[in-house]
């Protein structure tokens, strides 16, 4: 069926046949297969032998598509892979057991994508809302469907990301305050901006101490400076000044 170029078009194509889509599930190439498994023209029994690959990645395409069924959605999610327990739980289709569970699973991202979840149950956004983790709480933030008194509650979380979340979200009431535009504008670059910052002015200074009379342990001093303070700033994200909505 040609090059390998053009199997991926193919498999990538949502107007291939089902009849071409099923002969592409088994190429021999892991990406024809992975396009497939995106594809969401594939009929379900494919996406069912697909969702048993050996390759990661056409496991994690077979579970971010919502036609995969859901007993192949249910297997995935318990995958020893993040990425594909990942894709799981951001699928619409991962039905509201599934994305229970999914809601406990150790690993930050997993329940950051549950969070995220348009179809993800009232009562677990709500327990995500008092999650440890300040990222799956901005994530729940945003979430249309996270109940009111969840999103009253994470608007006067003690993480600007959190609060600034919340404020986004369509349902925010009018009273809900928000950062100010250049704290909210700080926050949103300066934080994962701050460390890498940090490592090239402190590489800088240590290349100029060592080529003149200044110790050494002055330009690591500094960038150790540099990179407590973006540590700090990155956890913290500042202060908003407080406002109400217009």
Excluded at 112 to 135: C, E
């Amino acid at each position: 069926m040609g090059g390998v170029w053009e199997r991926i078009h193919a498999a990538a194509d949502a107007s291939t046949s089902p009849e071409v889509l099923t002969q592409l599930a088994q190429d021999a190439d892991a990406s024809v297969r992975g396009w497939v498994a995106s594809n969401p023209q594939t009929p379900p029994t494919v996406l069912t032998a697909l969702a048993k690959d050996q390759s990661v990645d056409v496991l994690s395409k077979a579970a971010d598509n919502p036609h995969t069924p859901a007993a192949e959605l249910t297997q995935l999610a318990h995958h020893a892979d993040r990425r594909v327990r990942i894709c799981v739980s951001r699928n619409r289709a991962a039905g509201p057991a599934l994305l229970t569970e999914l809601a406990r699973d150790a690993d930050m991202p997993i329940r950051s994508a549950v969070a995220n979840n348009p179809a993800t149950p009232g009562d677990v956004l709500h327990t995500l809302a008092a999650d440890r983790n300040k990222y799956v709480r901005s994530a729940v933030a945003k979430n249309p469907n996270l109940p009111s008194v969840a999103l009253a509650s994470l608007a006067s979380d003690s993480r600007t990301w959190v609060r600034a979340a919340a404020y986004e979200n369509p349902n925010a009431e009018q009273n809900v305050v928000p950062p100010a535009r250049s704290t909210h504008r700080a926050m949103r670059y300066a934080g994962p901006l701050a460390i890498p910052a940090a490592v090239v002015i402190g590489y800088i200074v240590s290349l100029l101490t060592s080529s003149t009379s200044i110790p050494l342990w002055v330009g690591f001093g500094v960038f150790f400076f540099l990179l407590a303070v973006a540590l700090v700033w990155d956890e913290f994200g500042g202060e908003p000044h407080r406002r109400r909505r217009a």
